[in-house]
């Protein structure tokens, strides 16, 4: 899921997803670097939060992360 979505923002269509289906496993992959962003997405629900620029290194480990029940959030975030 990304943070900016076009016509409904990320963390809004998380939200739903989330209502509807609560088992679901929500991880963001985003540009979005903000670490108040980040928050808001963990505080919904979110599983995971993978920054766009460390993707390479962050994904693989953020799904095992999630998979195995625990939260992940990419390093060097700002704010």
């Not at 409904?8 to 939200?15: F, P, Q, Y």
């Not at 766009?52 to 095992?64: H, P, R, T, Y």
Request: charged share 25%; hydrophobic share 50%.
């Amino acid at each position: 899921m990304d943070i900016g979505l076009p016509s409904l923002s990320g963390i809004e269509a998380a939200r739903q997803i989330l209502k509807l289906a609560p088992e679901s496993k929500v991880i963001f992959v985003t540009a979005e670097t903000s670490a108040s962003v980040a928050e808001a997405a963990l505080r919904l629900g979110a599983d995971g939060y993978v920054l766009k620029a460390a993707i390479d290194s962050d994904l693989a480990e953020a799904v095992e992360a999630v998979l195995s029940g625990k939260r992940f959030v990419s390093r060097n975030l700002c704010d």
